[in-house]
């Protein structure tokens, strides 16, 4: 079955030090990868995605991320945190085959420090 | 352009009783999904809509029902409400041929 890991419950950075949030998943086929961020109280804002091509992928806010197929990986990576970036980050597999699925980690929520 | 949009945005309901969430999707798609996201958790795939049919669903029993409408708007109905029911739902809408989904702000829904 399909599923979607990431390790780091809790993360916390200083403003300014760099991040990267992990990612593992598990999929037979090519999957489609998405990094969604949720601020508090609200709905899922799409920071990047990976379909196909150029494994490095650049977002929103700075965001980047890296798929690596030997160790079904897509980590989110920022080189220098804000304190704007505190909110929680899913990690999420769509399905090939014609429908857009997605399947979702628990969440790593980050927490920055001043 | 206005983004997916869900109604209402809280809700508290109490056991046994029956619930309808709303959601507009952004303009120009014509599929949406429904997501479960309980407190601490990813979100869950409920179902998804596309041309007014259920094309797909997720591991929910049949007390979680929904509807497509012409204008591709859709609801989630949850009918005999259980406190495990209590959760944000989000409905996301999407291109059919494109893997892509927009998400709007949810619904907090409150059984007691």
């Known amino acids: 079955a399909q599923s979607v890991t990431q390790p780091d419950i809790h993360i916390t950075v200083s403003e300014g030090a760099s991040l990267e949030l992990r990612c593992n998943y598990s999929?037979?086929?090519?999957?489609?990868l998405f990094w969604y961020v949720q601020s508090p109280g609200q709905g899922l804002q799409l920071l990047l995605k990976?379909?196909?091509?150029?494994?490095l992928v650049q977002g929103i806010k700075g965001f980047e991320a890296e798929f690596k197929r030997s160790q079904s990986s897509f980590n989110l990576r920022k080189p220098s945190v804000h304190w704007s970036d505190a909110a929680e980050y899913f990690c999420?597999?769509?399905?090939?085959?014609?429908?857009?699925?997605?399947?979702f980690g628990a969440g790593t929520r980050l927490a920055v420090h001043p | 352009d206005a983004g997916v949009t869900q109604s209402p945005t809280h809700l508290i309901k109490t056991r046994g009783q029956q619930v309808t969430l709303r959601c507009s999707p952004k303009?120009?798609?014509?599929?949406v999904s429904w997501y479960q996201q309980a407190l601490g958790q990813g979100p869950q795939f409920i179902f998804q809509?596309?041309?007014?049919?259920?094309?797909q669903r997720g591991n929910f029993p049949d007390r979680f029902s929904g509807h497509q409408f012409p204008n591709y708007s859709s609801e989630l109905n949850v009918n005999a409400l259980l406190l495990g029911d209590s959760a944000l739902y989000l409905c996301?809408?999407?291109?059919?041929?494109?893997?892509?989904?927009?998400f709007g702000p949810g619904t907090r829904l409150t059984v007691l």
């Open positions: 996301a809408s999407s291109r059919s041929a494109v893997n892509e989904q927009f």
């Open positions: 999929y037979g086929a090519t999957p489609y």
């Open positions: 990976y379909f196909s091509g150029d494994t």
């Open positions: 999420a597999v769509g399905l090939s085959g014609g429908y857009n699925k997605l399947i």
């Open positions: 303009s120009g798609h014509d599929t």
């Open positions: 809509y596309y041309e007014e049919e259920e094309r």
